[in-house]
T-cell receptor
Framework: GQNIDQPTEMTATEGAIVQINCTYQ??????LFWYQQHAGEAPTFLSY????GLEEKGRFSSFLSRSKGYSYLLLKELQMKDSASYLCAVSNDYKLSFGAGTTVTVRA | TAGITQAPTSQILAAGRSMTLRCTQD?????MYWYRQDLGLGLRLIHYSNTAGTTGKGEVPDGYSVSRANTDDFPLTLASAVPSQTSVYFC?????????FGEGSRLTVL
C-alpha cells in the first residue's frame, strides 16, 4: 500500500515563495504527481517527476528524491489565485494514490 | 472541449436506494478511475479500469460496482446506499500519464 504525508495547511504572503513537502512509502513507484485543486473544483495537473531532480515549469517547480521517498512543490511569486489545495500523488502500477492535500492560503 | 463529463452534478439519495453515477470521456483514454474525496482523507480510489472490458478494485471498493462496456463510459453504481457513502465522487481518465478529472458528483445519502 501507500503512505503519503503532506502538511495540512500553509499560509504565505503574496509575492513570496512557499515549499510544500511530501513524503511517501510505497511498494512500487512509477512516478510522482502534483495536482492543484481550487475549492469546489476538480483537481488539475501541475507536474510529474519520475527521475530524481528538479522539474521547473514557470512559477512552479517540483523536486523528487526516490531514495528518500521525498518530494516538494515550490511555488514562487505567489499570487492570490494560487490559494488552493495541492495534492501529492504517487503512481504505483499506474494507479495514483493521493495524500490528503495541503491547503495554501495566500494573504495580501 | 468536453474531456470528461459526469452526471449528475449533485444528488440527494435516501439510504437503501440505488444510484448510478455516469462518466463519459471523449479522449479515447484506455484507463478510467473512480475516486471519492472526503474532508481530511483526500482522494481514495474506488475502482479502476485499465481498458474496455476489464475492471479492478481500488482502496475502498465495498458497496460500489463498475462496468466498462466500451472505451468511453465508466458508470459507478451504489446498489444500496448508506450515509457513509456521502462524498464527492470524481471520475478520471488517463492515457498512461497524468489523470484528467471530471467536475465531480456530490452525493448526499440521508
Amino acid at each position: 500500500g501507500q503512505n503519503i504525508d503532506q502538511p495540512t495547511e500553509m499560509t504565505a504572503t503574496e509575492g513570496a515563495i512557499v515549499q510544500i513537502n511530501c513524503t511517501y512509502q510505497t511498494s512500487g513507484f512509477n512516478g510522482l504527481f502534483w495536482y492543484q485543486q481550487h475549492a469546489g473544483e476538480a483537481p488539475t495537473f501541475l507536474s510529474y517527476n519520475v527521475l530524481d531532480g528538479l522539474e521547473e515549469k514557470g512559477r512552479f517547480s517540483s523536486f523528487l528524491s526516490r531514495s528518500k521517498g521525498y518530494s516538494y512543490l515550490l511555488l514562487k511569486e505567489l499570487q492570490m489565485k494560487d490559494s488552493a489545495s495541492y495534492l501529492c500523488a504517487v503512481s504505483n502500477d499506474y494507479k495514483l494514490s493521493f495524500g490528503a492535500g495541503t491547503t495554501v492560503t495566500v494573504r495580501a | 472541449t468536453a474531456g470528461i463529463t459526469q452526471a449528475p452534478t449533485s444528488q440527494i439519495l435516501a439510504a437503501g436506494r440505488s444510484m448510478t453515477l455516469r462518466c463519459t470521456q471523449d479522449m479515447r483514454h484506455n484507463a478510467m478511475y473512480w475516486y471519492r474525496q472526503d474532508l481530511g482523507l483526500g482522494l481514495r480510489l474506488i475502482h479502476y479500469s485499465n481498458t474496455a472490458g476489464t475492471t479492478g478494485k481500488g482502496e475502498v471498493p465495498d458497496g460500489y460496482s463498475v462496468s466498462r462496456a466500451n472505451t468511453d463510459d465508466f458508470p459507478l453504481t451504489l446498489a444500496s446506499a448508506v450515509p457513509s457513502q456521502t462524498s464527492v465522487y470524481f471520475c478520471a481518465s488517463s492515457d498512461g500519464g497524468e489523470l484528467f478529472f471530471g467536475e465531480g458528483s456530490r452525493l448526499t445519502v440521508l
